[in-house]
């Protein structure tokens, strides 16, 4: 099997949720730098603490990073020098339909997409969602940055080729945003899954971590969206 030895791996949002899981499968993969960016100055360390008490060969490196700071997003993809991999998992949860949307999950990859260095065989991968593909009440600006990565994904393959760009769209996921639900809430969504959902549960981080390894070590996929939502759209 491809590993990534020899690689350098940022992730955008590596401080929790998806895309600690991706920082945690990229040393497992044998990562030579897996580099974490996130917001919060104490959430990044406490992050590269657990992943280094893995005891993994590669080294791990975080960076304060505000994703809605347009400047920051070019001085943060200037200063990495050549890299390998970016997986851009940043967004929180609960802004998703506020006017930061747009500006942490498409402007930010755009400008890092943009500035960034990358080795040959690099890739970049976007983290989109199922909401334009099955849409809900109220989540309408949601969907549309969804359906709007999917665009960006594909222009970017062009504008980059050889340089991949590929995005993911991942369904319910379990992280630590659900530590701020109320257990009444979780239950009820946990059992409207098992009515709307082909897998009847909610996906783990690691999961779905895989698919973006795959886009990373598979040198010949470029454009293209996976969704990773338990089969969701299907039910």
Partial sequence: MTTLQNKIVVVVG??????????????????????IASSNA???????????????PGEVRGEV????????VKKFALSLGAIDHVAWT???????????????????PLILAQNATFRPGGSLTFTSGIL????????VVSAGVCSALEGLAKGLAVDLAPIRVNVIGPGAIET??????????QDQFRKEL???QLIKRIGEPQEIAEAYLFLMKCGYITGERINVDGGVALA
């Fill in 132 to 139: 334009d593909v099955k849409p809900r009440a109220g989540r």
């Fill in 14 to 35: 590596g401080s929790s949720g998806i895309g600690f899981g991706v920082a945690l499968a990229a040393l497992q993969s044998f990562a030579s730098v897996v580099i």
């Fill in 90 to 108: 940043s967004g929180d949860v609960q802004k998703l339909d506020s006017t930061d949307a747009f500006s942490v999950r498409f402007w930010g």
């Fill in 176 to 185: 630590e945003i659900w530590d701020k639900v109320p257990i009444a809430v």
């Fill in 65 to 72: 990073l505000d994703a809605k700071d347009a400047a920051a």
């Fill in 42 to 56: 104490d959430r990044v360390a406490g992050a590269v603490a657990r992943l280094q008490a893995h005891k993994l």
């Fill in 194 to 196: 098992e009515k709307n």
